[in-house]
């Protein structure tokens, strides 16, 4: 019950953090030619685009390489040049920044209305291993009360 309190209150403000994160990304992108934050601010919640902080999936990859393709090439936006959509068939079986997978709590998906989430979706973890979200809640409060006890019996 306790860490489901927490949650609440940590995640009471997320909308507020998404706000100011797409924010930095506009403002990080201003002056840039080829730009991919309006891309994340319109498909986040419907697409899984970051494994974790600065580890993009693979369809935020494949779009970051598109627009590369594009704005170098721009004849590659047709249909029959050999680079188009060359970005969507690279990671399309390939999830390069996949191996630190950090799982996304059932309260910031409903607050974020994250339609690619779902419960039973798994993580990867420490020894192949692989986890929902909620056990790895589990997991990391076990961890955390053991290291707590540990230090309040050394003291």
Do not use: C
């Not at 730009?35 to 580890?55: E, G």
């Not at 779009?63 to 090439?73: D, P, Q, S």
């Amino acid at each position: 019950q306790y860490a489901a309190a927490l949650e609440n209150d940590k995640t009471r403000d997320i909308e507020r953090h998404v706000d100011i994160e797409f924010s930095r990304l506009m403002r990080r992108e201003q002056d840039a030619t080829v730009r991919i934050a309006p891309f994340v601010l319109s498909n986040f919640k419907v697409k899984r685009l970051f494994w974790a902080y600065n580890h993009p999936a693979s369809p935020l990859l494949a779009e970051i390489l598109n627009r590369l393709i594009f704005a170098t090439w721009p004849d590659a936006r047709k249909a029959g040049h050999v680079l188009h959509n060359a970005g969507s068939r690279i990671f399309a079986e390939w999830d390069p920044l996949s191996e630190l997978q950090i799982p996304v709590g059932e309260t910031i998906a409903q607050r974020l209305n994250l339609t690619w989430w779902t419960a039973s979706q798994k993580y990867k973890f420490h020894n192949n291993q692989e986890l929902t979200s909620e056990e790895y809640r589990l997991l990391y409060l076990q961890e955390r009360v053991s290291r707590l006890r540990k230090k309040d019996s050394a003291i």
